[in-house]
């Protein structure tokens, strides 16, 4: 009776973690994409800055 006793805690406690391991994945999944927009956002007024700075140095 015992051993499924804590047979039975150690799954609820493999049940939590898997839960909690979950969470953060996606909570991880979540700042990748707002990284991914916030880089190509930079990237994409760079790319103006530079395109930019061409026609100047152009017109010179």
Known sequence: ?????????????LGVLAVRVFLEARRLGEQVTDSARRINRAAEDLERAATGAARAAKAL
């Not at 804590?6 to 406690?13: I, K």
């Open 1 to 13: 009776m015992f051993a499924v006793a804590v047979g039975f805690l150690g799954l609820a406690v």
